[in-house]
């Protein structure tokens, strides 16, 4: 069976890393639903990432991301999902992630080319303070996590935003 017909795509990874565009690619070129974490966090809430964070805190925001998370994977039609970068840091998501309608693509990217990213767009209040040093810590502390729940990886670095969803599709395939 080929996951590309039978599971949904998940893309996970880091902040920067072009879960939601290369997701965009994909959903185009495969006429399927962009499920993006933070996006349906969004309509869900009716607020933004930043606001839920400040009023409510991460331990709120965690909740959300794992019940979108699992939505997302239960929902019958194969889609592309774009997994926010925290995802993997629960048990109880990894599970999720490791289940069998799910195709996980972890999308590697190289810390300074994050950091170049990660300049614009107001959804990581993480990164608030120390960018790089705080980036360069997640890293250190998600690589393994998304190495685990990976059942391919690409890396981002020097390529198109069509050339990794191309990427995505040769493994996915
Ligand atoms: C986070 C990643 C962000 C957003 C929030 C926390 C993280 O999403 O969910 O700021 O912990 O890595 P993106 O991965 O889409 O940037």
Not at 56 to 69: I, M, T
Not at 106 to 123: I, K, P, S, T, Y
Request: glycine residues 8%.
């Amino acid at each position: 069976m080929s996951p590309c017909t039978d599971s949904h795509i998940v893309l996970v990874g880091m902040m920067g890393a072009g879960k939601s565009s290369v997701g965009r690619a994909l959903a185009r070129r495969l006429d399927r639903m962009l499920l993006d974490s933070d996006e349906m966090i969004e309509a869900r809430e009716g607020r933004s990432v930043r606001e839920i964070w400040m009023d409510d805190g991460e331990p709120v925001f965690r909740e959300l991301e794992a019940a979108v998370l699992t939505d997302a994977i239960a929902s019958p039609t194969p889609s592309i999902v774009a997994a926010a970068g925290g995802v993997v840091l629960s048990e109880a998501n990894r599970t999720v992630l490791k289940s069998d309608g799910a195709y996980v693509v972890w999308l590697l990217a190289d810390v300074d080319l994050l950091l170049e990213r990660v300049r614009n767009g107001m959804h990581r209040p993480l990164l608030d303070d120390d960018p790089e040093g705080t980036l360069r810590a997640m890293y250190a502390e998600r690589a393994d996590l998304y190495q685990d729940v990976a059942d391919a990886i690409v890396s981002v670095d020097h390529r198109s935003i069509n050339d990794v969803a191309g990427a995505v599709l040769r493994c996915a395939g």
